[in-house]
Each structure stands twice: as C-alpha cells, then as structure tokens.
C-alpha cells in the first residue's frame, strides 16, 4: 500500500437551471477518481451554488430547498462514494433543528457519513449568511483511503480567517484539513492558508468556486515547510486558474508524519497558560 494520498478539488460554477447538481458533482468526482483521488472536496453550500435571492419582505436569504443529512441529496452522493470508491466532502443548506445552517458532510468510500460539520464562524455581518445558525463543534475522524488512515478534519470559508480553528483541529489530530469555499482567493487568503498548514503541520486543501462566481485558485498545501536537511520548500503542491477543473496533487502521509514528529512547530512548545484570554468572549480589535 502506497502512503501518498492524492486529495481532489472540484473547482466548479454552479450548476444552471437546466442542469442537477447531484448529477453534475458525480460526474466531476468520476472524473477525480479516475485521476486517483481518494478524497474529493466539494466548493461551499454546492446544494444551491451559495445562491440568493431577495424576498417579498426586501430581505435576501438563500435560493434553493434547504438539505437534510437523510434526504435524497445525501443519499446520491453516499451511493456514488461507494461505486466510485472515494471519500466525499458534499456540502449544502442545510435544515437543522436550530433554523438553517451551511454545512459540510464527510461521506467515506464505503458511503458512511464519517463527519458532519456547520459553519462555526457564519459572516453573520452580512445578508444572507446573516439568517443562519452556526455550528458549535470542530471535530475530526478518521477515514480509511487507498493511502491508509488518515485523521480529518473540516473548515468552511470564513473559518480560516481564525487560527484558533485549524489549531483546535489540529490538537484534536488533524493531519488534513478540507475547506470548501466561496470567496475570492487573493493573495492574501491564499498566504493566510498557507500559514495555518504551516504552523499547524497539516495538509489543507480547498475547494473554491470557478469564476465568475468566485475567482477559482482552489490550493492544496501538504503541510511540509521544511526539508529534512531543514532547507526551506514550497508547500503548494496544486493551484487552480479561474476556469472550472478538477485541482489534484499528492500528500506522502508518511513524510508528513515524520515531519511533525521531529518539527517544533504544533503543540510541543505552546504556552498554553498564557493564552487565556483568547477564550474569553468580550470583543477586542
């Protein structure tokens, strides 16, 4: 058994009118799997395109039926897991019993729902994202691949702006983070990625919308900033343009283990009795 796992991005626009968006993110994940990816990630809310629309009462709120975890949307792509033998990260609007959430499920390759996430950090500051309700854990699991176990974990879009997010998945055992998106990938956002990989050790890959929905640059780091002579090396295995493609690359699973064995970065150091005040809630600039 090889130990490189080949993680895939579908950076895709939104499926049209005339088309289904279960059938249109199968096809791609076919197309995934036949590039040897064992886990393939979906863009952010793929259920809806992260559309909407203005109602009759002026407020904008999400197009598209809310999904539940049991419904016909999931069950399509837990059937399609199994006969492509992958792992897939589907998201969606999401009908929770606390309102609407955006949500990510983990489904792996024998059709199981591994993990199931919301959105812990909701743009609350702004219409739609403003009408739903976060989530309230950062959970990882771990999945079989082709390349073995491995530990994941999950973060959507605005999620990554906080370093406590991907630190938290990573003390709870994340070697890989998965990030659906749906906002500009900039160079800015692109190095604030690249930095939480870094400082955390662990392999991220997001998927983002093609333009013009968003800008594409879908990005998969593998976490590895130095070699082991401890020279400096591009952790940015693939990156996406703008158009719509499938953004595969391959993480050696048993390099990156080794390398946050013997790494100062991570947990060994932290102090976490001074840190404190991060936990409290008042709002500080």
Known sequence: MTETLHVASLQLRPAGPDEDCREKGIRYCRAARDMGA?????????????????????????????????????????????????SLVITYLESAADGL??????????????????????????????FLAPGDALDVCEIDTPAGPVTVGILICFD???????????????ELILVPNCCELEQHRLAQLE??????????????????????RSVLFDGMAFDDSGRSRKMRVSEG???????????????????????????KWRRAELYSELSKRENRT
């Open 38 to 86: 064992g886990i393939v990630v979906f863009p952010e809310m793929w259920s809806n395109g992260y559309g909407s629309e203005r109602s009759s009462d002026g407020h904008v709120r999400f197009s598209g039926p809310p999904r539940k975890r049991g419904d016909s949307y999931v069950a399509a792509f837990q059937e399609a897991a199994v006969s492509l033998g992958v």
């Open 101 to 130: 959430r955006n949500s990510a499920t983990l489904i792996d390759a024998r059709g199981r729902i591994a993990l199931h996430y919301s959105k812990v950090h909701t743009c609350a500051f702004d219409e739609p994202e403003s």
């Open 160 to 174: 990554r702006e906080f370093p406590e997010s991907a630190r938290e998945l990573a003390r709870n055992g994340a």
């Open 195 to 216: 930095a939480r990989a870094f400082e955390n050790m662990a392999a991220i890959a997001v998927a983002n919308y093609a333009a013009p929905k968003a800008n594409g």
């Open 241 to 267: 343009g703008e158009d719509e493609a499938v953004i595969a690359g391959p993480i050696d699973l048993a390099a990156l283990r080794k390398y946050r064995q013997e790494e100062p970065w991570g947990e």
